[in-house]
């Protein structure tokens, strides 16, 4: 079993900045893309950014230029730093993790959620 825990959430000011963290513990082997999705009070949840194993970036259009993934895989982690936040990006936040616990078994992992609120 694998547990993802998320921290640094929490209340910022428009323009503010946040770095959200999502650490991965159990049974690894390897861990393959990790990604952070978001999810707004009446909307569906929706990708953020994610990363690859090879460091290949993705991010929605919305946070182009102002996020940036990054992952440590010395530390099982993936990054989430927040530049120039706006109150549109109020949502609650979650990291997936794609985890190869033994080699050749790939099961997808979901932290569980931290808020993010931005607002004066």
């Known amino acids: 079993q694998v547990q993802l825990v998320e921290s640094g959430g929490g209340l910022v000011q428009p323009g503010g900045s946040l770095r959200l963290s999502c650490a991965a513990s159990?049974?690894?082997?390897?861990?393959?893309?990790m990604g952070w999705f978001r999810q707004a009070p009446g909307k569906q949840r929706e990708l953020v950014a994610s990363?690859?194993?090879?460091?290949?970036?993705n991010y929605a259009d919305s946070v182009k230029g102002r996020f940036t993934i990054s992952r440590d895989d010395a530390k099982n982690t993936v990054y989430l730093q927040m530049n120039s936040l706006k109150p549109e990006d109020t949502a609650v936040y979650y990291c997936?993790?794609?985890?190869?616990?033994?080699?050749?078994?790939?099961?997808?992992?979901w932290g569980q959620g931290t808020q993010v609120t931005v607002s004066s």
């Open positions: 997936n993790q794609v985890v190869e616990p033994y080699r050749g078994s790939f099961i997808t992992y």
């Open positions: 159990g049974r690894i082997f390897r861990i393959h893309n």
């Open positions: 990363i690859t194993r090879s460091d290949n970036t």
